[in-house]
């Protein structure tokens, strides 16, 4: 299974025994924006044979920062609930503005789970084609689901530090006025700007106008603009690992991989031991 499906594509092949669909659908609702629920809006629509994946119920409880990665318990337990466990095929899609299934993409990897792609478009172009929709709840099978790694192509702060002033590139997310410091960060206490040398490749400029992904030249285009050579070491950041994870499947996408900053700029703002920048990179 290719990493990137299209909607053909998994019309075709929804009735596959081992394939199972994930509706992993997150809304940041950080302050300002409005405020949507993603359980209630897949119950008024999804598509057929679905499941909602709950991704905000597989973040990590007792940290501090949202959005973080769960132990590999919680993963296996969240996993199990919704049905997503050993042996299948796994196509991950979203209808949020953060494009959250490319972050359940990189939760699923960094766990071993490695048959997994994501829907080209989710569910606004599924839509768009008239394809069909279920409502309601989906009845789930709960199936076991054993983590074979923990943590891989995430990085923690440590790394992050380790990797300044080397070959890696730390390759931020965020909107250019968040990313210089021009915009105050949304989350209080956070200060404004970025990590020292990095890159600013704005998660939007991955996409096409009608939401899938750009692909090919086109894509290497757009790491180019913003100064990133996918081919050298890359740490992607954001404001608290999701859109960081776009970027790192925009890069699988080209053939290359790229480590997850977990705890972004949220942790790395709010730390007043960390070296911070502002203006342009």
Sequence with gaps: MDPLVSTQWLAEHLGDRDLRVADATYHVNLPGEPDRDAAAEFESGHVPGAVF??????????????STMPSAARFASRMARAGLGDGLRIVLYDDASHHTAARAWVMLRAFGFTDVAILDGGLAKWRAEARPLETGEHVVR??????????????????????????TQI??????????????????????????????????????PDGTWKRGDALRDAFAAAGVDPTRPMVMTCGSGITASVLAFAAHL?????????GSWTEWGADPSTPKATGDA
């Design 254 to 262: 080209l053939g290359q991989e790229a480590a997850v900053y977990d």
């Design 53 to 66: 994946m709950d991704l905000a119920g597989f973040s990590d409880p007792d940290s501090s920062l949202p």
């Design 142 to 167: 709960p199936r076991h689901a054993t983590p074979r790694e923990q943590g891989h192509g995430i990085a923690d702060m440590q790394k992050v530090c380790a990797a300044l002033d080397t070959d």
């Design 171 to 208: 390759v931020d997310a965020r909107g250019q006025a968040r990313f210089t410091g021009a915009e105050a960060d949304p989350r209080p206490g956070v200060a404004p700007g970025h990590i020292p040398g990095a890159r600013n490749l704005p998660y939007k400029g991955v996409f096409n």
